[in-house]
């Protein structure tokens, strides 16, 4: 995507280090600040790209080639909805990314945000991600599925030929909404999670020093160039098998959103939060039938995989 955007023929571990070592100077400058003010533009890039790429697809009128979709009640199948649904709309350990980020505002700005304001902030990004996850699978529907390609494991090779595929279902005017649309999804992704995984294993590490009578072990930057280390070595040893990584890292945030899930749970109904503030008995049992959902499906990955 980078290279289509910008015409510059890289390998893709380099243009990888290129685009995590932009993420990294922003945010290490300015921290916060940057985070908040760039991911806003970018949203508004990605939302408004998106909802062009739907919308002409919707009326473009192509119709797949195939009139059954194939089932998902099988191991394949059962793989690619606990991939699908590990971040979809976004993973549940974004609860915690947020309630770090309301801090980080409060420290910056010198407000301290209401529950209703920490709500109503938490809400527009999550139903707008949901909304935004719905028009992503209303494109794939409407260009990819029944196109008759066999995409590609490789990341700049799925690239090119998602880009490809656009094009000749919607016309060659499509060519750069679809790839400012993916690169922004992409860019904004790497942004938010440079920034919230540091920061919340900072804030693990914080917590757990204090136990312990320590003061903090490690720096935000610090542990966001350690991170980006292991990241980038991660994929040079994996190579071009780009799929794979997507693939268990979402699979991995699915599988232990029961635990995160519940740890919430507790958290938010534990004495640590003022009776007033604790969700409504509606909110309770939605997060129950969630909890149940969840172990569920991951129960019934583990018997296709390995017993079924």
């Not at 909802?51 to 119709?63: E, L, R, T």
């Not at 028009?135 to 029944?146: E, H, I, K, S």
């Not at 700049?156 to 909404?177: N, P, R």
């Amino acid at each position: 995507l980078a290279v289509e955007l910008t015409g510059i023929h890289l390998p893709v571990l380099v243009w990888s280090i290129i685009i995590l070592a932009i993420c990294i100077g922003v945010l290490i400058k300015v921290q916060y600040s940057a985070l908040d003010s760039l991911i806003k533009v970018v949203m508004v890039v990605l939302t408004l790209s998106t909802i062009i790429a739907f919308v002409v697809a919707f009326f473009d009128g192509h119709s797949p080639s195939i009139s059954e979709a194939p089932t998902v009640w099988d191991v394949a199948g059962i793989t690619f909805l606990i991939a699908l649904m590990g971040w979809m709309p976004i993973p549940i350990d974004a609860a915690a990314w947020h309630s770090l980020w309301t801090l980080e505002r409060e420290k910056q700005t010198g407000h301290r945000s209401s529950q209703k304001e920490s709500l109503l902030d938490f809400n527009i990004g999550y139903i707008g991600s949901t909304i935004l996850a719905l028009f992503f699978l209303g494109l794939g529907a409407l260009v990819m599925f029944g196109s008759g390609v066999s995409f590609s494991s490789a990341g700049a090779a799925f690239a090119q030929q998602l880009i490809d595929l656009y094009t000749q279902t919607l016309g060659e005017w499509a060519h750069w909404i679809i790839i400012i649309c993916a690169f922004s999804t992409m860019f904004s992704t790497t942004l938010t999670v440079t920034d919230a995984y540091p920061r919340v294993i900072k804030e693990v590490f914080r917590v757990k020093g204090r136990r312990k009578g320590n003061s903090t072990l490690n720096t935000y930057q610090g542990l966001m160039i350690g991170i980006a280390v292991v990241s980038m070595l991660l994929l040079y040893i994996t190579g071009s098998q780009c799929t794979y990584i997507i693939d268990l890292a979402t699979s991995l945030s699915f599988l232990t959103a029961p635990a995160l899930a519940f740890i919430n749970y507790r958290l938010i109904f534990s004495g640590l939060t003022p009776n007033e503030q604790q969700p409504k008995t509606w909110l309770k049992v939605l997060s129950w039938l969630g909890m149940i959902f969840l172990t569920t499906f991951a129960l019934l990955f583990f018997y296709w995989r390995f017993l079924g």
